[in-house]
Structure formats: C-alpha cells, structure tokens
C-alpha cells in the first residue's frame, strides 16, 4: 500500500511571495488533515477534510490560508501572501474514518521563507 | 483541551537502557495513540491502547493508560540509536482530530 505523497518536499520563498502544497493520502481514506509543525513544536492542525468537505478550519489563517479538496482525493494548500513566521513544516496526514482511527503521515514539505 | 502533554521534554540514554516518557490529558478519551517522529520525516504512529484496556504491548513497547489519573506512559525497552527521535502522544476523544504537544525528544547514544 503506497503511503501519504506530498510534494515539494522543499520551498525557499521570499517574504509576500505565494506557495502552494499537494498531498496525495493513502487510497480510500476518507479524511484528510494538514499540520503545520514549527521548528520544536508538534503538529498543530490546520484544517481537517472528510471527503470533499471541510470538518475543521478552525485554526486556519483564512486571511492568507486556503486549501481544497477536489473530488475528495488529492488536495492543495496554499499561502498567500507568506509571512516568516510561516517558515515551518507542513504535514499532511490521512485516515480510513474521522476520529478513533489511526492517522499516516506524508513526509512533508519544509517552508522556508526568506 | 484535548491535547496530550508529554514528559520529560528530553532524554538521553544509553543504548541498551530503557527509555520512558509520559503523557496527561485533560479530557475523557476513547483511545490514545503514541506516534513517532524521526528528524525529517512525519510522524509514524506506534501503537493505539483503547480506554478499557491498562496495559498494551508491541515488540519492544509498552505503553500503559490509567484513566482515573488521565495519564498514559510508553516504555521503550533495550533501546537503539535508531529509537532516536521525537515522540508524541495524542489523545483522541472522537470528536476532534489528534491533536499533539511539543512531545519527548528522545537521543539514545551508541
């Protein structure tokens, strides 16, 4: 079973710039979840999907943040415009149900705005 | 909240020793589940222990829950330098996705 894609792995942007992130879950999992991980940190969540529908943004910057789901697959988060203080990792995560089921992990992409 | 809190912040030990790190939470719980960072990577998640159960064993983990204290703790036993890493535990009520502290970063030295 192929694991949780993401890609880029790495972004070097300027300050102001815009950045977008892909995530790929595993297939059949119904939810997917962003986290932005700050250098020492854990994970904290960005936004939450179950299929194509937004469960939790909550804790989403909306003024700069977005991220869609399309078909209940793949999805993208982007930034615009970037802030230093959005340098961090940003991890996506999957699972078979929301809630009382274990969470896979991509890789991540590590931000790094200049 | 439902975030765990994981103690101690660091830990350093010898390969062959044991390594233990705790968890508390502050809410009722259906399940909680230790994950595991490795440096550059994402999280990869070790082992679930369900609220009705005490005790849980996977290789060399073991993690215990004690609901009456809202307390969990994993054990590593005959630790390795590939344990080396950061470990998280995340309380999971079902209502909310996980949710994670800043975790125990864990460096075992060959």
């Known amino acids: 079973e192929a694991g949780v894609a993401q890609s880029p792995r790495y972004k070097i942007i300027e300050k102001r710039q815009s950045v977008a992130f892909w995530c790929n879950p595993i297939s059949g999992h119904a939810t997917l979840y962003w986290y932005q991980q700050i250098l020492g940190q854990g994970p904290k969540l960005l936004i939450q999907?179950?299929?194509?529908?937004?469960?939790?943004d909550s804790q989403l910057p909306k003024d700069r943040f977005s991220a869609e789901r399309l078909k209940g697959v793949d999805s993208t988060l982007k930034i615009q415009p970037a802030k230093l203080e959005d340098s961090a990792v940003y991890l996506c995560?999957?699972?078979?149900?929301?809630?009382?089921?274990?969470?896979?992990f991509g890789p991540g992409t590590r931000l790094t705005v200049l | 909240s439902q975030q765990g809190e994981e103690d101690p912040q660091a830990l350093s030990i010898q390969e062959g020793e044991n390594a233990t790190m705790n968890c508390s939470y502050k809410?009722?719980?259906?399940?909680l589940q230790w994950y595991r960072q490795n440096s550059g990577r994402g999280l990869v998640h070790l082992i679930l222990i369900r609220s009705n159960e005490r005790e849980k064993h996977s290789g060399r983990l073991r993690v215990t829950l004690d609901t009456s204290k809202k307390s969990s703790s994993l054990l590593i036993t005959a630790s390795r330098a590939a344990d080396t890493a950061s470990y998280f535990c995340a309380p999971d009520t079902g209502r909310r996705a996980l949710t994670f502290g800043s975790g125990t970063r864990l460096q075992v030295q060959p």
């Open positions: 995560a999957s699972s078979p149900i929301s809630g009382r089921s274990t969470q896979y």
């Open positions: 809410t009722s719980i259906n399940n």
């Open positions: 999907f179950q299929n194509n529908g937004v469960v939790d």
